[in-house]
């Protein structure tokens, strides 16, 4: 069997290995979109006066979660 005829049997799992990957890029944009509006929306929420501690106690994490949500 040539290396080719090889490979073409497991065609099927190629395909499938790149519909994940692709999926996982997919996956991989729409959390740093969605990692950056939930910045905004704390930031927004700070910029109105309301305290880390209280965002934190808000969302049931700690101040220091809260604190890396706004560095990423």
Known sequence: MTENAA???HEPT???I???RAQAIQHTVLARQFSAERREL???LIDQGV???DIA???GV???AIQ???AS
């Open 7 to 9: 490979l073409s049997q």
């Open 14 to 16: 190629f395909a499938r």
């Open 18 to 20: 790149r519909e994940v």
């Open 42 to 44: 704390m930031q927004g």
């Open 51 to 53: 305290s880390q501690s």
């Open 57 to 59: 106690k808000e969302l």
């Open 62 to 64: 700690s101040r220091q």
């Open 68 to 70: 890396k949500m706004m």
